[in-house]
């Protein structure tokens, strides 16, 4: 158990819809990530951020959005869903308080499985 | 740019082998750090190592080693004296110093470690 959590574990919706996937991040960690994998791209990294602000963007949809919360939770929109959004979006964090912000392992939730319909 | 390759699609070993898992990296930064991560078949991502660009000694943890070769770019993953609880997807990454502390993914491969 790497201790983040994230619910749903499995959502299945249709084409046009929109979703909210959730992350805790282990307690005392600041960084959330959102990664999707899927069968013809892969591990890919979406975005980050780290202590309530965005810090990077990596190959994210317009259709996507995300935000952290004061809490530390993080959650992820899919709006406008297509066929092509099937995938399992993990979250991962880092950098617990009070270390350095620097290349710490980062840990991952067990996933949600998102099948658009 | 950033890019890991794990040329390896899937391997297949019987019990007790040992197996070597590759992995090449390519970036432009001096300062950068590698992982491996374990995706078993329940579909979550484990970690199992990170390593400093600047700290090319070699690791061992039990029946995993890894050979770190800065010359090569390569990162590669031993097991030795496999198990079927070995059986999952292997990782690579890549995380630069420049940049944000995202990870770059290899492709993965496929271990099965027949009974």
């Known amino acids: 158990d790497s201790g983040v959590t994230q619910t749903p574990k499995h959502l299945i919706t249709a084409t046009g819809q929109r979703v909210t996937l959730r992350c805790s991040p282990r307690?005392?960690?600041?960084?959330v990530y959102w990664y999707q994998q899927s069968l013809d791209q892969g591990l890919q990294f979406l975005i980050q951020?780290?202590?309530?602000?965005?810090?990077a963007k990596g190959n994210i949809l317009e259709r996507f959005s995300a935000q952290q919360f004061p809490d530390l939770h993080s959650e992820l929109n899919l709006s406008s869903l297509e066929l092509g959004d099937s995938a399992l979006y993990f979250c991962?964090?880092?950098?617990?308080?009070?270390?350095?912000?620097?290349?710490?392992?980062?840990?991952f939730g067990p996933g949600t499985r998102l099948t658009v319909l | 740019a950033q890019k890991v390759t794990q040329a390896q699609t899937e391997i297949s070993v019987v019990e007790k082998e040992d197996v070597t898992l590759d992995c090449v990296y390519e970036?432009?930064?001096?300062?950068?750090?590698l992982f491996w991560y374990k995706q078993p078949p329940s579909g979550e991502l484990v970690f199992l190592i990170r390593?400093?660009?600047?700290?090319?000694q070699n690791e061992i943890s039990g029946r995993y080693s890894w050979n770190f070769q800065k010359s090569t770019s390569s990162f590669n993953f031993t097991i030795t004296a496999s198990q079927v609880v070995d059986s999952a997807v292997y990782f690579c990454?890549?995380?630069?110093?420049?940049?944000?502390?995202?990870?770059?993914f290899g492709t993965g491969t496929r271990l099965t470690v027949i009974p």
């Open positions: 307690s005392g960690d600041l960084s």
């Open positions: 390593r400093n660009s600047f700290d090319e």
């Open positions: 970036t432009r930064d001096t300062t950068y750090y």
């Open positions: 951020y780290y202590n309530g602000e965005e810090r």
């Open positions: 991962a964090s880092s950098a617990r308080e009070g270390s350095s912000a620097g290349r710490n392992e980062q840990f």
């Open positions: 990454a890549l995380s630069e110093q420049t940049g944000a502390n995202n990870l770059f």
